[in-house]
C-alpha cells in the first residue's frame, strides 16, 4: 500500500509539473530584453535581447529589432554571435543632440541578425552594448521581428500597458528607474567638516577603545597573579606538612 501511494503521489506530481510547463510556455515565449530595468543615469548598460523558438516546425533565421525614434539612442556595440552575421543601422535627426561631449546627429535606428538559426525549443540571446540610454522618458520600447524557416514572421511591436493584459505579441520593453545617488554633486564644505568630525570621532573612539584594552589587560594580569599565587601557596602548604611528617 506504501508503495502504491508513493508511486500515485509521484505521477501527480509529475503531471502537475508538466501542467506548469504548459501554462508558463506559450506565456514566456517572447522577445524580451534582458534586464528589464535599469536606472535613468546607467551608461555604457549591456542587454540582451532574448529570442525563444516557440515553432516546433521551423527555424528563427533572422531578428530584427527596431529603435525607437521618439526617444533616440545615439550608440549601440553588438557582440558577436556565433554562425550569425550582424548589422547596426543609423538615422539622422532632425534636431541633434547636445551632450558635454558635443552634438550628436546619428542614432541607432535598427539592428538585424540574419545567417544563424534557432532551432526550436532554443532561445538565443543576441547581446548589445548601449552607450547611453535616452532622458525624459521612463521606458524605452524595442520593436522586434522574428522570421522563421518557412517564411512565417511574427512582429513582437504591442505596447504592454499599465494595469491592462499583456498583448498577444508584447514588444520589448526596458522599463528606467529612478537615477542612482552615485552622481549627486555633494557640497564640498559640508563634506569637509563631516571628514573632521568623523576623523575626531574615529581618533576618540580608538583612544577609548586602546584605554579599555589596558583596562581589560590589567585585570586578566592581576587575576592570573591571584591564581598563581594560590597555587604556590598551596603547593608550599604541601611541601611543609610532608617535611613534619
Known amino acids: 500500500?506504501?508503495?502504491?501511494?508513493k508511486n500515485r503521489l509521484a505521477a501527480a506530481g509529475a503531471l502537475g509539473a508538466a501542467a506548469?510547463?504548459?501554462?508558463?510556455?506559450?506565456?514566456?515565449a517572447h522577445v524580451t530584453v534582458q534586464p528589464s530595468s535599469v536606472p535613468k543615469n546607467a551608461t555604457d548598460q549591456t542587454f540582451a535581447f532574448r529570442v525563444p523558438n516557440e515553432n516546433d516546425k521551423a527555424s528563427t533565421v533572422k531578428v530584427e529589432v527596431d529603435f525607437p525614434a521618439d526617444h533616440p539612442i545615439p550608440s549601440a556595440m553588438v557582440a558577436a554571435v556565433p554562425g550569425w552575421t550582424d548589422q547596426v543601422q543609423t538615422t539622422k535627426l532632425a534636431t541633434p543632440i547636445h551632450t558635454d561631449d558635443g552634438d550628436?546627429?546619428?542614432?541607432?535606428s535598427q539592428i538585424v541578425w540574419t545567417g544563424g538559426?534557432?532551432?526550436?525549443?532554443?532561445?538565443?540571446?543576441?547581446?548589445?552594448?548601449l552607450g547611453a540610454l535616452p532622458g525624459g522618458t521612463d521606458k524605452v520600447v524595442f520593436k522586434a521581428l522574428q522570421t522563421y524557416s518557412d517564411g512565417n514572421i511574427v512582429r513582437w511591436i504591442e505596447e504592454p500597458q499599465d494595469g491592462q493584459k499583456e498583448p498577444e505579441h508584447p514588444a520589448p520593453v526596458l522599463k528606467l528607474?529612478?537615477?542612482?545617488?552615485?552622481?549627486?554633486?555633494?557640497?564640498a564644505p559640508?563634506?569637509?567638516?563631516?571628514?573632521g568630525e568623523q576623523s575626531t570621532a574615529t581618533a576618540k573612539s580608538s583612544s577609548d577603545s586602546t584605554a579599555r584594552g589596558l583596562g581589560i589587560a590589567g585585570i586578566v594580569?592581576?587575576?592570573l597573579g591571584t591564581v598563581a599565587g594560590l597555587v604556590l601557596g598551596r603547593r608550599r602548604?604541601?611541601?611543609s606538612t610532608g617535611t613534619s611528617a
Open 177 to 187: 528607474t529612478a537615477a542612482t545617488g552615485s552622481d549627486a554633486p555633494a557640497a
Open 104 to 108: 550628436i546627429t546619428d542614432v541607432v
Open 237 to 239: 602548604g604541601t611541601g
Open 221 to 223: 594580569v592581576g587575576v
Open 117 to 129: 538559426q534557432i532551432a526550436p525549443g532554443h532561445y538565443q540571446d543576441f547581446t548589445v552594448d
Open 20 to 28: 506548469v510547463l504548459l501554462v508558463a510556455g506559450p506565456a514566456s
Open 1 to 5: 500500500m506504501r508503495t502504491s501511494f
Open 190 to 195: 559640508s563634506a569637509k567638516a563631516d571628514s
